[in-house]
C-alpha cells in the first residue's frame, strides 16, 4: 500500500501538464511542479486559498475558470467531466475532472491545464508561411498578366515578343523557386524530409549550380573556383545543391550588377568548406544573430527594396545541419558577404550512415 501511494505521489510530481487538486469548496489541496511554473505559486503559498486566486485560466469567450458559471463550478455541481479547446489568447486548454470518494456528490476535483504555446507556434507560423507566400506570389503574378495582356493585345515584332517570353520565363521561374522554397520549409517543420547519405561528387554539384543560375545572373559574374583532387563529401547530392542554389541566388539578390559572385571550394582533412562571397550591400553586425531565423528579413532599406521571404536562408541552415555539417556568416556592411558551409568528407566519416528522416 505504502508503495503504491509513493508510485501514486511520484505520477503526480512527474506529471507533464499542470495539475491542481481542489476540494468541493474548489479550495486548493494541492498542485503540482508544472502547476507551480505555470500559474507562478509556490505550493506552500497555493495550498488553502481559493482556486480563483491562483488561477486565472479563462475559455475562449472569456468566461474565468473559476467564476460561479466556470467550468470548474460546473463540474462540482454536475459531477460530470468537463473539457475546454485552447484559447488562442489565453495559450492553455484544460480540464476539469471531479473526484468522488463516497456517494454520488463530487468531493473534489482534478484541474488539468495545457500549456498550447507551442501548438499555437505551429499554427501562428503556417499563416506567416500563407501571407508571406501569398504577398510573394502577387507581384509575380501581376507580371505575368500584364505580359500576357502585352503579347495577346497588340502586334509586337518579333524582338519585342522575344523580350516579353523571356520577362514571362523570368518571373514563371521566380514563382517557381518560390514554391520550392514553401514546399521546404513545410517538409522541414513538419518533420518529412530525409536524408540518404552517400558519397557526393562536390565538382559535378558546383558545375550544375553554375549552369542553373547564370541565367540569373543579369550582369553580375560568377566566378567558381574548385580545385581538381577535391575529395567527396558524405551527404546527399541534391541537399547539396539545393544549399548552394540559395546562397548564390541571395548573394545576386543582394549586389547590383557589374559585381563578382565567387563560389569556391577547398578541403582540409576532416572537411570540405564552401564560401559563397558576394560585392554586395553587407549584413549590419545586429542582424547577424536573427539572420537564419524563419521569415527574418533586415530591417534596413538596401534589404527592404528586394523581395524575398526571408525562408532562403532558414532553409540553408537546416538542410546544412541534416547534413551534419555547419553554416556561419562573415560581412561587412556596404562591402559584401561571405557565407561559409562545412561538410564533413566522406573519408572522414567511419562508416556509411542510414537514410534517416530529419526534423530542424
Not at 127 to 144: F, Q, V, Y
Not at 259 to 264: D, E, G, M, N, V
Request: aromatic share 4%; net charge positive.
Amino acid at each position: 500500500m505504502a508503495r503504491e501511494r509513493t508510485l501514486s505521489d511520484q505520477a503526480f510530481e512527474q506529471f507533464p501538464q499542470a495539475l491542481v487538486i481542489v476540494d468541493r469548496e474548489a479550495t486548493v489541496l494541492s498542485l503540482n511542479p508544472v502547476a507551480e511554473r505555470l500559474t507562478g505559486w509556490a505550493r506552500g503559498d497555493a495550498v488553502g486559498r481559493p482556486a480563483a486566486d491562483i488561477l486565472e485560466v479563462r475559455t475562449e469567450t472569456g468566461v474565468n475558470l473559476c467564476a460561479p458559471n466556470g467550468a470548474l463550478r460546473r463540474a462540482l455541481r454536475l459531477g460530470t467531466r468537463i473539457n475546454t479547446h485552447f484559447a488562442y489568447l489565453f495559450r492553455v486548454s484544460y480540464s476539469v475532472s471531479p473526484l468522488q470518494i463516497k456517494g454520488k456528490t463530487p468531493d473534489g476535483a482534478v484541474i488539468v491545464i495545457h500549456d498550447v504555446t507551442p501548438e499555437l507556434e505551429t499554427i501562428e507560423a503556417r499563416d506567416a508561411l500563407m501571407l508571406a507566400a501569398s504577398h510573394e506570389l502577387k507581384t509575380p503574378l501581376t507580371t505575368l498578366k500584364g505580359l500576357s495582356e502585352l503579347l495577346l493585345d497588340f502586334d509586337l515584332s518579333e524582338a519585342q515578343r522575344r523580350e516579353l517570353l523571356q520577362d514571362l520565363h523570368g518571373q514563371a521561374d521566380r514563382m517557381e523557386r518560390l514554391i520550392g522554397d514553401i514546399l521546404s520549409v513545410s517538409r522541414i517543420d513538419s518533420g518529412r524530409i530525409s536524408v540518404d547519405f552517400s558519397r557526393v561528387d562536390v565538382a559535378s554539384v558546383v558545375q550544375h549550380v553554375g549552369d542553373e543560375v547564370r541565367p540569373m545572373l543579369q550582369g553580375r559574374t560568377l566566378k567558381c573556383r574548385v580545385p581538381e583532387d577535391l575529395p567527396a563529401v558524405m551527404g546527399e547530392a541534391r541537399k547539396l545543391h539545393q544549399i548552394l542554389v540559395n546562397l548564390v541566388n541571395n548573394a545576386i539578390k543582394y549586389s547590383e550588377p557589374g559585381t563578382q559572385i565567387t563560389l569556391s571550394v577547398r578541403a582540409d582533412r576532416s572537411a570540405v568548406r564552401f564560401e559563397v562571397s558576394d560585392q554586395g550591400v553587407g549584413i549590419r553586425k545586429e542582424h547577424m544573430p536573427r539572420l537564419f531565423e524563419k521569415f527574418y528579413r533586415a530591417d534596413d532599406p538596401a534589404v527592404r527594396r528586394t523581395s524575398g521571404t526571408g525562408l532562403g536562408l532558414y532553409i540553408v541552415r537546416s538542410l546544412v545541419t541534416m547534413l551534419g555539417g555547419q553554416v556561419h556568416v562573415r560581412s561587412r556592411p556596404g562591402k559584401g558577404s561571405m557565407f561559409i558551409v562545412t561538410l564533413p568528407r566522406a573519408e572522414a566519416t567511419a562508416r556509411p550512415r542510414p537514410r534517416v528522416a530529419v526534423g530542424a
